[in-house]
């Protein structure tokens, strides 16, 4: 059902929303946070799956990553970069912890 890849995006992606969302005030909190929110990225992934399989179709679960910037499609990062992993730790530097940004997965 998963794949080697997937468990490691889903364990990283896991531990950097529970540190944007407790910004480890406490280790209770922190413990708390990645607990709550690896619950909540297997139900939907497990959702994702789920109806993947009755749609006769696959679906691979993937840290958002972005492979190109400016506009001209010369223009290429030689790896991608991983955009799901350092956007919610800028955000949560230049908000202050007033913004937190969820959306890492793909």
């Known amino acids: 059902m998963l794949n080697k890849n997937e468990i490691i995006s889903i364990s990283i992606i896991t531990l950097i929303l529970a540190f944007t969302i407790s910004l480890i005030q406490t280790t209770q909190a922190f413990l ?8 909540v990225l297997i139900v939907n ?4 799956k ?5 749609l006769d ?3 691979e ?3 958002w990553e972005i492979l190109r910037y400016g506009f001209q499609a010369h223009k290429q990062f030689k790896n991608p970069f991983p955009a799901g992993v350092f956007v919610p730790l800028i955000l949560i530097a230049i908000t202050f912890g007033k ?3 969820m959306a890492s997965l793909v």
């Open 32 to 39: 708390q946070m990645l607990l709550i929110v690896f619950l």
């Open 45 to 48: 992934i497990t959702a994702k």
């Open 50 to 54: 789920i109806t993947s399989f009755y």
């Open 57 to 59: 179709s696959e679906i």
């Open 61 to 63: 679960i993937k840290m």
């Open 99 to 101: 913004l937190k940004w």
